[in-house]
Every structure is written in C-alpha cells, then in structure tokens.
C-alpha cells in the first residue's frame, strides 16, 4: 500500500504520523489466524485510525497553584500542543481502493463465529513522556496531566492570539466517538481536526533525550500467544523522539531538536482477558481450514 495519508503541515505543527495500517489488520477476525499466530482485532468494519500531527516540545515557567495547600509555587511545565484527523484506512489502497473494500465486505471472509455487533467508537487519547539523562540511564515516565490553571496559560500562548472559535482539549475534554474519516481528496482537511494539549510536570531538567508515546488514534491491537505464560495484550501507538542539548541552568526551548519522524509501532498494555472461547473466536478458528496460515 503506497498511498500517503497525511494532512499539510501548517500553523507550527512540524511533524505528521500519517497512518499505517496492514491488509492483516483490516481482515481482523475475518482471517483464519494458526495457534502460534498473533490474534489482530478488531478489524473491518469497527477498526478504526487517525493521523496525529505535533508541534515541538516546549515549556513555560509559571505560577502554579497546589490545590492541597491553596500555595502558588512557579515551575517549568512541559507541553505539546497536537491535532487529530480521523481517516479512512482503506485510502491507503490508492486506486485499489474499491477492490480492497470488496475483500473487506465479502461475505465469504465472515468469522464463523458469530461476533457482538461493534459499539460506538470511543477515543481516548493518552500521551505518555519518556525521560533519559543520557542514552545508558534509566528512563523516567511521566503520564500527560489534567490542570486547567496550566491549560488556560497555555492556549493564552499559543492559540488565543489568533482569535476564532478553536479550543484546546486536554486529553479528559479529547475523550469522545470518533467521529467520520476525513478523504485525503477533502480540499481542507483540517476543517474538522480536534486540537488538544498535553501537559507534564516535575520533568528532571537534565533530561537530555526523550520520547513522547501517543494511544488513542486507533483501536488496533494484538495478542501474541506466550508459550508459559498469558498471553500478551498490545495496542498500537505512535511514538516520536526528541532532544535537548542543554543543562538545567539555562532552559531554552529551541534546546528541543525532533529526531526523525513519528513510528507506528505496538506497546504492550496491562488488559486481562476473560472472553469466553477467546481463541476459537477471535482466530476465527470454527471455519474448516481452521490452523492453516492464510494469506
């Protein structure tokens, strides 16, 4: 699959995830999966994925109130301002995109098994930092937090000065459907793109390299069989590496260079399973040639 779905980079955003997503993952329950083979879900049609673009890391220093104590106390806030476009994956076919839907709607790829009717949608974006004083140290994790003192700086900053009606979700106010996939043939994608921030705190101001691991722009996800053990839960996420040069004297923000572009890859989560027949189910296992490998 060769076509780009990817939105212009406009207004200070630099980077772009696009989207990634495999024939495999669309077929989901639909293909017949072996017993060594992972189980990929949910698949055509409840399968769903976005496009994420990013600004580079900053950072502000400002009064922060702690609500236990009623104290206001000034600190370095980290930040990333993002945009999220729902997309439609089967764009990725090109011109084989009618035919790829064929494959996807065919009546003879239904799941033996009859599955629950898919639910709405609901996006849950999750922004995670990753933190090293350098590349042999241990890493440091910071979960993106909800503070509506420190958001309202933040799009008094970078948002209000343009005026208009554009608002900036934290990733609470980001949680809802996911609403219908912008065509790359849409003149103005961004029309409808949902804007948000994430926001983190006590980051070690000798944080010299970092990462930033996005959940949330898709509900694709895998389960790879252990041979001793259960099996293992993995979504899949978007993760972009950044640096920082600097030292925790003098803090900059044109300290942070963005190493490369944003990866698709898979993250394993904490789900525990208790779906009743889960392997029979899921690897679409009561069809005939049910432990052969399909292509």
Not at 20 to 28: N, Q
Not at 54 to 62: A, E, G, S
Not at 99 to 114: G, H, S, T, V
Request: some cysteine.
């Amino acid at each position: 699959m060769a076509q780009l779905i990817k939105a212009p980079l406009t207004g200070g955003f630099v980077r772009t995830s696009s989207i990634e997503m495999s024939v495999d993952e669309m077929l989901g329950a639909r293909k017949v999966r072996a017993p060594t083979e992972p189980i990929v879900g949910p698949g055509y049609p409840a399968l769903w994925v976005s496009e994420i673009q990013i600004k580079p890391l900053r950072f502000t220093r400002m009064s922060v109130v702690d609500p236990a104590t009623g104290q206001a106390n000034r600190e370095l806030v980290w930040y990333m301002v993002y945009r999220i476009i729902p997309r439609d994956y089967t764009e990725l076919a090109g011109e084989g995109q009618p035919d790829l839907i064929r494959k996807l709607q065919d009546p003879e790829n239904d799941p033996a098994n009859k599955l629950d009717e898919p639910v709405s949608s609901i996006r849950v974006p999750r922004f995670v930092l990753q933190t090293q004083r350098d590349r042999d140290s241990e890493k440091a994790e910071h979960v993106d937090e909800l503070n509506l003192e420190i958001q309202k700086a933040i799009f008094a900053r970078e948002v209000a000065r343009r005026g208009g009606s554009l608002k900036l979700h934290n990733s609470v106010e980001a949680i809802g459907e996911v609403p219908a996939p912008v065509s790359i043939r849409d003149p103005d994608q961004l029309a409808t793109a949902m804007y948000g921030v994430a926001i983190w705190r006590n980051v070690d101001p000798e944080t010299d390299f970092c990462s930033v691991t996005m959940s949330g722009l898709t509900n694709a996800y895998r389960i790879s069989p252990m041979a001793d053990g259960p099996e293992v839960v993995e979504h899949k996420v978007v993760v972009q590496e950044f640096s920082r040069p600097g030292d925790q004297f003098f803090q900059e923000e044109q300290e942070f260079r963005v190493i490369g572009e944003p990866q698709w890859t898979w993250r394993a989560g904490s789900a525990k399973l208790d779906v009743p027949d889960l392997d029979t189910v899921l690897r679409n296992a009561g069809k005939p040639e049910a432990g052969k490998t399909s292509n």
